[in-house]
């Protein structure tokens, strides 16, 4: 029986010839990833040990995203954790103030990912990184105590479901608006613990900032993980980022699908998810009443990349973010934020109406930078929208493309750029 892309790679790591899904194995890991949220419970964890060490200090990345600079006492204290620990433990890629990015925009940027790695992280988010070819999945904060130690992880492999992606996508259709149609189309719960492999002459037509936003909500729909093949765009991206070596793998012509689907990216149309789940989407074209906002959030793990950037300052400039908006864009990576300056675009969002922020997770998880209020509505560029989760409970969190987000913070209700002329 052929294997999946996934299944591949989980074989090579656990050091075997070949393996099943729902096959448990133990596999080396390649990168071990906590934020200051997630990495002070494994640091507990690992100080309980006997031998309080852990299994290769460049092999782990601590990313302080979620409240940096911080907030309050207690996200100081969660960081000053963190920062002893990657001191005492002389930890290579540790990522504080001045350094940091939003950790799933930043560890590609650095190069710490790529084509064939196993990676694991405290946060549900490390799928993105599938968009290179890698196998990387979210775990609790105890296995990546246990991963921090010994360098190794329990897996069950999973089943897969295919996407066949074909077409081009049209000018203000994104990464984002694909990931929303899938998990529109088969539900937050539909790709369970399985691998979600996109393939087909479509992948072409998508950036790899698309790619990062579409592997990066895998976990939206569920999926243990998302993965890409590894093409030219995806190799010219390490080869510009990262030191590393990459191996590239392949699925079998015979590899078994639990489902398959094909998407026609031409025929998508700007697509919104609702109140209260990813999966409550309709396109543009289908939303019948207007729906007013008072924020617009521009950013995080999702869509805070230079392409994302871009298509904002496309939409809003020379126009003005609508008298009663709050329009927040953020930056993910410094990396990100000095070229967008040097670009013209922190003048065009300043001129518009914007604030910008310091690259931070802040707004998405309802920690700060833009907290909602009862009756408030926000239409964000984040990957969740669940009940209070930016904030009051009976606030409201619509997500949608950079390209949306921008031009419903002009109109001051949710719009397309068709509706501003673009």
Known sequence: MGMTMTQKILAAAAGLDEVQAGQLIEAKLDLVLGNDITSPVAIHEIEKLKNDTVFDKDKIALVMDHFIPNKDIKSAEHCKCVREFAKKHDITNYFDVGEMGIEHALLPEKGLTVAGDVVIGADSHTCTYGALGAFSTGVGSTDMAAGMATGKAWFKVPSAIRFHLTGKPSKWVSGKDVILHIIGMIGVDGALYKSMEFVGDGVAALSMDDRFTIANMAIEAGGKNGIFPVDEKAEAYMKEHSTKSWRVFEAD???VYDAEYTIDLGALRPTIAFPHLPENTKTIDEIADEVKIDQAVIGSCT??????LRTAAAVLAGRKVKKGVR?????ATQAVYLQAMEEGL???FIEAGA?????????????YMGILA?????ISTTNRNFVGRMGHVKSEVYLASPAVAAASAVTGKISAPEELGL
Do not use: F, H, M
């Not at 329009?327 to 930056?331: E, L, N």
């Not at 009862?374 to 926000?378: A, D, N």
């Open 346 to 348: 922190l003048k065009t």
């Open 374 to 378: 009862e009756g408030e509505r926000c």
């Open 327 to 331: 329009c927040i864009i953020i930056p």
């Open 355 to 367: 604030v910008v922020s310091t690259p931070t997770c802040g707004p998405c998880l309802g920690g």
């Open 253 to 255: 012509e015979d590899a």
């Open 303 to 308: 869509n805070g990349r230079i392409e994302d």
